[in-house]
């Protein structure tokens, strides 16, 4: 059975930064693209960024962009969230989840299956 276990939220001041851990288990990823959802309270799941099983592509949502970067260590079957210059709107849960497309991890609909989630709270 597939897990995929999420760690490294917490409370940061805005300005402050983060780093997000996924660590999958149940089988290898190597082939398999990874992603980052988060979901704020009363709001749909939504995507953060997503990278190759290969890790040389990545994608990010516009609100992200150039704030956060997604990488994996693949020996490790684990994917990392680095959080810069964080803002209150980043607060959320956040989630990973894994599939050999890398389009279908643009769009948390396509997944039925999810973890536990990191809690990410940004005070201003």
């Known amino acids: 059975q597939v897990q995929l276990v999420e760690s490294g939220g917490g409370l940061v001041q805005a300005g402050g930064s983060l780093r997000l851990s996924c660590a999958a288990s149940?089988?290898?990823?190597?082939?398999?693209?990874m992603g980052w959802f988060r979901q704020a309270p009363g709001e749909a799941r939504e995507f953060v960024a997503v990278i190759s099983w290969s890790g040389d592509n990545t994608f990010y949502a516009d609100s992200v962009k150039g704030r956060f970067t997604i990488s994996r260590e693949s020996a490790k079957n684990t994917v990392y969230l680095q959080m810069n210059s964080l803002k209150p709107e980043d607060t959320a849960v956040y989630y990973c989840?894994?599939?050999?497309?890398?389009?279908?991890?643009?769009?948390?609909?396509?997944?039925?299956?999810w973890g536990q989630g990191t809690q990410v709270t940004v005070a201003s």
């Open positions: 149940g089988r290898t990823f190597s082939n398999y693209a």
């Open positions: 989840n894994a599939d050999r497309e890398s389009w279908r991890l643009t769009e948390p609909a396509h997944f039925s299956s």
